[in-house]
């Protein structure tokens, strides 16, 4: 019987029992004598439960319940509740991260006989992963709501929750779990050493982040026409933000500094976003073009690919964001060791003990040695790649990771400044938070202020 999407299963009469009757899933229920109020209070009510069910049909008995079953019927429900603006949000990622363990050791288990032991033995993969403590009581938490789901539909026992919920979470120094490092503001002199290497839409980007402290993704979802300019400081209400699905307006205020910087971004269509990859890209190809010295050839005037696999979006994404930033850390801080020969690369590898995910190469051509002999410190060969056995590698530099920073430890950093200049309260309605104790995450307390005190009273 083919799936109802649109319209209801109908109130139909039974004539040789002269019943009222209606079809869901291809079960056939009597209601009771034909249009009489029982009747009609009994279809609404078996209607009502089908809606609440997703249009799904009754479920099975909890004890005939696999928990790869409840996963594949708590995903369809995710895929439709998790969604904003019509796409799928980032919780749903994170969901089937959370449940691929579980569906790989315990798939075929009735639901039933999932315990607290088997919820320790899913965790203890996490933890065999490399996962840190906080990723990893998500996760549980995660798997935690699937099974309250199950209890909300009527798919499981209850009893099963109730085991699952004595599970506690992963303590700080009570486990042999690695530890997630805190997000630090970012120092002024490291953002002006990086602001060169990054292209000219991502560091004035850089610079309205910091002047006013916005998220990430606020700043790639800016538009003209979501900028209110009848005032002297201009008001701005993002299309979306994060705490949009909790009803929490966010009104982000741009002073001169920050007008300076948007006023020739502004001026284009009201619907089109301010800082484009797409815009990015053509601004370089114009000064390359530019920079050109010898004459340009026939063949070369236009060497755009026509259908191109991957072409630039029309605004910045939070990951592409931070990606920019982390190839302009590397150029700025990265330690220089070419041009050297392919040997002389791997032993500086292996003394600074460095992983080949360490070696970024900036280069226009791929030329090495095919050194076979040092499995994993071999780089991705191209058909362009020249095997030599001591041609000189240029072009070649380690990251420095501690210097390298993301866009969202900005907001910590003016974050910080903000709680220095104009207390806590300052930088709480500035950076869009509802309750103080969220600032002070974002907001490192100023310690030499208590030096100070400390020094006239202690």
Partial sequence: MPR??????????????D???????????????????????????????????????????????TVVELLARYCQFAKGYYVKDGKPTGELSNIRDAIRPLKTLYGRTPVSEFGPLRLKTVRQQMIEAGLCRNVINARI????????????EELIVPTVLHALSAVEGLKRGRSDVRESKPVKPVADDVVDATLPHLPPIVADMVRLQRLTGVRPTEICLLRPCDIDRQQ???????ASHKMDYKGQSRVIFFGPKSQAI??????????????????????????????????????????????????????????????????????????????????????????????????????????????????????????????????PIEGWYFKAATLRWSPNQIRHTTGTELRRKYGLEGAQVVLGHRKADTTQLYAERDLAKAAEIMREVG
Wanted: aromatic share 8%.
């Fill in 262 to 391: 948007l006023a020739p971004y502004l001026e284009r269509a009201p619907e089109v976003y301010c800082f484009s990859p797409a815009e990015g890209e053509s601004q370089r190809r114009r000064e390359m073009r530019y920079r050109r010295k010898t004459k340009v050839q026939p063949s070369q005037v236009d060497r755009r690919v026509a259908r191109p696999k991957r072409k630039p979006r029309d605004r910045y994404e939070r990951d592409t964001y931070r990606t920019a930033v982390h190839r302009a850390c590397d150029k700025a801080f990265g330690e220089a060791c070419g041009p050297v020969t392919w040997g002389q690369l791997v032993a500086l590898a292996q003394q600074k003990k460095l992983k080949p995910q360490d070696m970024v190469r900036n280069g226009t051509r791929d030329r090495w040695k095919r050194a076979s002999s040092v499995p994993g410190l071999i780089p991705k060969r191209r058909k362009s790649a020249v095997p030599a056995i001591a041609v």
């Fill in 4 to 17: 109802l999407v649109h319209e209801l299963p109908k109130y139909r009469l039974h004539r040789p029992s």
């Fill in 141 to 152: 938490r995660k798997l935690t709501r699937v099974f309250a789901w199950g209890v909300a």
């Fill in 232 to 238: 002297d400081v201009w008001a701005y209400r993002p």
């Fill in 19 to 65: 019943q009222a009757v209606v079809t869901i899933a291809g079960h056939v229920h009597y209601l009771g004598p034909w249009k009489s109020k029982a009747s009609r209070v009994a279809y609404d009510r078996l209607i009502g439960e089908w809606l609440a069910r997703g249009r799904q049909p009754q479920g099975d008995a909890p004890e005939e319940l």
